[in-house]
């Protein structure tokens, strides 16, 4: 172990090999292997040196294994130097850096493959990842699956104009209500944004915001070099003049350099003797190394910090820092965008003592000897384990789920039934299933699961309304075994939790199997944060109730029309629509499957369902219709040899479809009905087929869709529909040059019954018979559904 002075030193060498690495592979993107399309890489070099001697501080000496770091998204580079200095990232990849498969420009877990914990690009969702990571962490503990394994610390490195993201606040607050522990948020308080310098004692509000949700603030203003300073005489007076200059002025003298500082000191407090003296002992460039030694650019000061933190509760740590320090524009309001010139970096590579052509190389231009350096970095705590990524052996999922029928009921009530029948048993599914809602459990039927399976919490907490014998329909226990994580409404924060709870067998090493219940059109809430979930491979069901405008007179303004093209569309996430409560059943097993496939075969579930109360079929699951379920759809009626019309519906609308297929079948002949379990699946298993018979010419892979209308004849005419936006269905025309009316919702808001709102919208009976009758030949269709 090296001794403290020793050990600082080695640290502020690598530290300026970060910012060297970081500034150069920029330099390398922008100037000596620019992409063709000439874009350049803004905004890294600034925003990126901030961070250079934090994140040397964390990964070379604070960090265990098992800690988990969410790194500021344009701090990339400095992550891949240091990746590139613990042997974990490649030259090659660094040379290619924003180019095709070479390192990200902001951390990717699943594209970069330097083990990046968290991805991070929309700014303030890495923030609060961590924090329900933490979380996650916990559950995993309370439920006695850590074993031996240490706890991990959670830190996140935030951008001080990232914190005006909303859903760091939002997180915040749930941290609080659930006893957050082992989470570190760093806030480099470089003071400027990407448009601007940021309002001046932004960091007061912070400090009172976090202390009153019970974490710890280290602020960290001073390096070391100025509380030297403010020892010696007339130091008390600069300090004063540091701490009262406005943050635009301070960025702006930054940029100008000692002999700017040396001047407005000069005139502001230069009289005063004492004061003048401690600068005139020092020339321009001492006077410059001086005003930018903040907090955060001295390793002393940032180590210290680090290492006096001796609790397991939050810490939000503020680091003064300058944007760009180091670089000819440090400090400049313009500089998030700023690269440097090919001369600057000429001067900035001559005064590193690297010599041309060795740029890449490890420890080039440090005086350090190689071989110290080299063990360093290879005793470095957080280097000592390899196996950072955990996995988890895959969860037995039953043949086949079951559930109590009942003639009528809506996909709602059967997600519900589905799980009662799960808490019920003692699966090993059942144990590693954890649900989450924001403030809608009862509301989306996860009532029955929750009772018999408990909220969690670490402490024990009795439903006081049990313990004091008033009669209610639940049981809101809490304990450390509860399998439901009760939430506020932010659905950000249900998204960021599933992102956690979906990561903790690569995480923890061990695996839950998450489900997220809430509102269907509150998916766009939260969308960023379910994208980004997705985008980490982080595993999770979503059930999403009710849905569209079949919730009726519940209110126009809790319609979704646009989510099917969201389930769709949305990269990792395979949705489905089911309409009845056995096809759910089959889905949701399925599910449970696909989201524990292997990264590039699983990925998370999306349901969107139903308060629509249906009559069931009454039916044999066969391996046949369950394969069609799962595939995408399956004929409810075999259309006939000379099909002359099919109506292809997807979930609530099935009996409007199914009385439009009896009211045509007397005036057109063989008509199919097409049940449409999930348009993503069918979707994208047809686009799959049509790439790979483009590839492999001549291999006739028919994909499930092709062949489910292969038999139809050519002028067979199709009417999609479905209670959401009609492109989702639209495309069924393409397959096999069908024609289609495709009908649907594309209008937000209006109320009524069920009948209003589908007549209002062309979705019911009759509409469905009017398409039918506009795309075949032949006479108007006798029958009409009577109004009622
Ligand atoms: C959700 C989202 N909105 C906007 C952006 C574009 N953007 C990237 S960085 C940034 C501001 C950065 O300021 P700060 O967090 O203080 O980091 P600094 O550049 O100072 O290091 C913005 C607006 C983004 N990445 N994500
Ligand atoms: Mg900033």
């Known amino acids: 172990m090296a001794t403290e002075p020793a050990r600082l030193e080695l640290l502020s060498a690598l530290a300026r090999k970060v910012l060297w690495l970081s500034s150069w592979t920029i330099h390398h993107a922008n100037h000596i292997r620019p992409n063709a399309d000439g874009l350049k890489v803004g905004g890294h070099q600034a925003s990126s040196a901030s961070l250079a001697t934090i994140m040397s501080a964390l990964y070379f000496s604070v960090l265990r294994p098992q800690d988990r770091i969410a790194v500021k998204a344009h701090a990339s580079p400095v992550f891949h130097a240091i990746q590139y200095l613990f042997g ?67 830190i996140a490195l935030v951008g001080d104009a990232e914190m005006d993201e909303g859903n760091i606040f939002e997180a915040l607050l749930e941290g609080w209500k659930h006893g957050l522990r082992n989470t570190w948020w760093v806030v480099d308080y470089n003071r400027q944004s990407l448009d601007a310098v940021v309002r001046e004692g932004l960091w007061e509000k912070f400090e009172s915001m976090f202390r009153n949700f019970g974490w710890d603030v280290v602020i960290v203003k001073y390096g070391r070099l100025m509380r030297a300073a403010f020892a010696e005489p007339g130091g008390e007076a600069l300090k004063r003049w540091i701490d009262s200059c406005p943050n635009a002025m301070y960025a702006a003298l930054c940029f100008q350099g000692g002999a700017a500082f040396r001047k407005h000191i000069r005139d502001e ?10 600068i005139e002992r020092r ?88 071989a110290a350096l080299e063990a360093f970095l290879a005793d470095a705590p957080f280097n000592r384990d390899n196996q950072r990524r955990l996995s988890a052996p895959v969860i037995d999922v039953p043949e086949r789920l079951s559930f109590k029928p009942s003639p009528q009921m809506s996909t709602q009530q059967g997600f519900g039934l589905v799980l009662n029948e799960l808490a019920r048993g003692d699966t090993a599914l059942a144990s590693r299933i954890v649900t989450a809602s924001p403030d809608v459990t009862v509301s989306t039927n996860l009532g029955a699961w929750v009772n018999r399976r408990g909220l969690f919490a670490r402490a024990e907490k009795a439903d006081l309304f049990r313990s004091e014998k008033i009669p209610s329909t639940f049981n809101w226990d809490f304990s450390p075994k509860g399998q439901h994580i009760e939430l506020g409404i932010a659905e950000m924060n249900l998204f960021i939790l599933m992102s956690a709870l979906g990561l903790s067998h690569t995480i923890n090493g061990e695996r839950l199997l998450p489900i997220a219940t809430l509102y269907d059109p509150f998916i766009e809430r939260g969308l960023d944060a379910l994208n980004y ?40 996430l395979a949705s489905f629509e089911p309409a009845f409560v056995d096809e759910l059943a089959v889905i949701m097993g399925w599910g449970f499957q696909h989201m524990q496939h292997e990264a590039g075969e699983g990925g998370s579930v999306y349901l969107r369902l139903s308060t629509r109360t249906l009559d069931q079929p009454l039916r044999m699951m066969t391996p046949d219709l369950q394969k069609g379920i799962t595939d995408g759809a399956y004929w409810l009626r075999e259309p006939g040899e000379n099909c002359e019309a099919v109506i292809a519906y997807t ?57 489910l209308l292969a038999p139809l004849p050519r002028d067979c005419g199709i009417v999609t529909v479905i209670d959401g936006h009609p492109a989702a269905l639209g495309w069924l025309g393409s397959v096999r040059g069908h024609k289609v009316e495709a009908l649907g919702v594309e209008h937000f808001g209006q109320t009524g019954t069920i009948g209003d709102l589908y007549r209002h919208h062309g979705i019911d009976a009759n509409a469905i018979i009017d398409a039918a009758e506009a795309l075949t030949a032949g006479a108007p269709v006798r029958h009409r559904k009577m109004a009622v």
Request: contains cysteine; negative net charge; charged residues 25%.
């Open 88 to 154: 974990r990232q490649t030259r090659d990849k660094l040379e290619n850096f924003r180019g095709f498969k070479g390192a990200q420009s902001y951390p990717s877990r699943t594209k970069d493959t330097d083990d990046v914990d968290f991805s991070t690009g929309s700014v303030g969702l890495g923030v609060a990842q961590t924090l329900f990571c933490s979380l996650v962490q916990d559950y995993v503990k309370a439920h006695g699956w850590m074993k031996d394994r240490p706890e991990g610390r959670m």
């Open 533 to 572: 979930a997705c985008y980490q491979d982080a595993r999770f069901m979503v059930a999403a109730t009710p849905s569209g405008i079949t919730l009726a007179p519940e209110g126009g303004a809790h319609q979704s029309i646009a989510t099917p093209l969201i389930g769709m569309a949305q990269d990792g």
């Open 269 to 278: 407090i230069g009289d005063q003797g004492a004061v003048s003296q401690l």
């Open 651 to 707: 979930g609530a609308v099935a009996p409007e479809a199914i009385e439009a297929i009896g009211l045509i079948g007397e005036s057109r002949r063989d008509v199919g009905l097409l049940a449409i379990t999930s348009a993503d699946r069918l979707h994208s298993g047809w686009t799959a087929a049509r790439r790979m018979r483009r590839h492999r010419r001549g291999l006739p892979h028919l994909s499930h869709i092709e062949k």
């Open 283 to 370: 020339s321009d460039d001492e006077l410059l190394a001086l005003m930018s030694n903040l907090g955060g650019h001295d390793m002393a000061s940032m180590i210290e910090a680090f290492e006096s933190i001796d609790h397991d509760r939050p810490v939000c740590f503020i680091a003064y820092t300058i944007k760009g320090i180091g670089l000819p524009f440090q400090g400049h309001k313009d500089n998030h965008a700023g690269l440097m010139t090919v001369s600057q970096m000429e001067k900035w590579r001559t005064a590193q003592n690297i010599r041309p052509g060795h740029e890449w190389e490890k420890f080039e231009g440090l005086s350090q000897e190689p």
